[in-house]
Structure formats: C-alpha cells, structure tokens
T-cell receptor, first 113, second 114 residues
Framework: AQSVAQPEDQVNVAEGNPLTVKCTYS??????LFWYVQYPNRGLQFLLK??????LVKGSYGFEAEFNKSQTSFHLKKPSALVSDSALYFC???????????FGKGNQVVVIP | ETGVTQTPRHLVMGMTNKKSLKCEQH?????MYWYKQSAKKPLELMFV???????ENNSVPSRFSPECPNSSHLFLHLHTLQPEDSALYLC?????????????FGPGTRLTVT
C-alpha cells in the first residue's frame, strides 16, 4: 500500500518569510514523489517531482523540495513567500509498477501581507 | 492553461437524470484519468485509461461509466446519481501510465446532485 500524510491542515506565513509544507510518505520500494498546487476554482497544477538522483529538486515559481529517504519525507519549501502563493498544496506518491498516484489530503497555505 | 479542458464547468442534475462530462487533452498524452475531489478528503482515483484501454477501476459504482474513444478524449457518463456524488470531478492526462510522469489536470466539473 502507498499513502501520504500532510499533518497540518493550514499553514500561515507572513509575506517574505520562508514557507514550508510538510509531507511524509509510505510506499513499498522506491518512491516517485510529486507536489501539486490548486488555486481556487482550478484543477491541480504540477510543481515538481523527485524520481531519482539529487535529493534536492527545484520546480516552478521558486519552489523546491528535499527527498529524505531515512525520514520518508518530501517537504516543500520556498525561501520567500508571496501573497500569490496562497493556495491548496498536495503531496503525492507512487511506487514503481503501481498505476495509482496516492494523494495527501492537502494543506491550505495562507500568506499574510 | 494546462492543455486539458473539461466541459461543462458546472452541472446540476437530479437523481434521475443522465448527463456526461467531457475531457480533452491537447498534449499528445496516452494516459487519461478521472478523479473525484470532495471537501476535506484526498483525491480519489476513479478510472485510468492507457492507450484507450481501461487499466484501473477503483471500485467505482456502476452509475459512473467512463468512455475513452481515443487518446485525446475521455468521457464520464452519469446516471441515477446520489447526493453524495456531488463533488469536483477532475480529469488528468500524462505521457503514459508509467509512474514517473507527472499528470496534468483540467479545471474540473463542479457537480451538484439534487
């Protein structure tokens, strides 16, 4: 079985401060890890992924995430948050040979001006 | 724009109606997906098609019937739905079904069953 945990329902951060959205996963074998963002009344938008190689991956809009195998984590980070980063963020995991992408329940990020 | 379009964007239907949701992708992808998104719950995968063949049915009730006539189009036919089926229905596509490809999502159809 594969699953994702996003422990916080909402993350509040002041504009200009670092933003972190936490994700831990459970999967058999090597994971493929993804982050998506959803703005109001829109579908999910791909931000970045980890497949193999360098543990630090960089994605769209200045976001990055670090794969930590020992802690089974894939936290999303941005050095300086913008008000426009306010959205719902989803972490997802998939293992090799599995047709299904397992999503977390999502984290609402609120960036305060 | 992600290259995946969905129509209609909003749909209100009674429990005895029959309606269809349409999805079209302009990305040249070979895999297409239907998801259900309900408030406060993780996305639920419903169906997966790879090269027009259904490869996943996540125990979805038969009142939901998918159709994939070609790799660019995906339909979800609805009939005799229940109020608990009200949700946002998202379509997605990817290069193919391999796990390392990211999925591209459409804007969704907001379905309300009365």
């Amino acid at each position: 079985a594969q699953s994702v945990a996003q422990p916080e329902d909402q993350v509040n951060v002041a504009e200009g401060n670092p933003l972190t959205v936490k994700c831990t996963y459970s999967v058999s074998g090597n994971p493929y890890l993804f982050w998506y963002v959803q703005y109001p009344n829109r579908g999910l938008q791909f931000l970045l992924k980890y497949i193999t190689g360098d543990n630090l991956v960089k994605g769209s809009y200045g976001f990055e995430a670090e794969f930590n195998k020992s802690q089974t984590s894939f936290h999303l980070k941005k050095p300086s948050a913008l008000v426009s980063d306010s959205a719902l963020y989803f972490c997802a995991v998939r293992s090799y040979g599995n047709n299904r992408l397992a999503f977390g329940k999502g984290n609402q990020v609120v960036v305060i001006p | 724009e992600t290259g995946v379009t969905q129509t209609p964007r909003h749909l209100v239907m009674g429990m005895t109606n029959k309606k269809s949701l349409k999805c079209e992708q302009h990305l040249g992808h070979n895999a297409m997906y239907w998801y259900k998104q309900s408030a406060k719950k993780p996305l639920e995968l419903m169906f997966v098609y790879n090269f027009k063949e259904q490869t996943e049915n996540n125990s979805v009730p038969s009142r939901f019937s998918p159709e994939c006539p070609n790799s660019s189009h995906l339909f979800l036919h609805l009939h005799t739905l229940q109020p608990e089926d009200s949700a946002l229905y998202l379509c997605a596509s990817s290069q193919d079904q391999a796990g390392f490809y990211e999925q591209y999502f459409g804007p969704g159809t907001r379905l309300t069953v009365t």
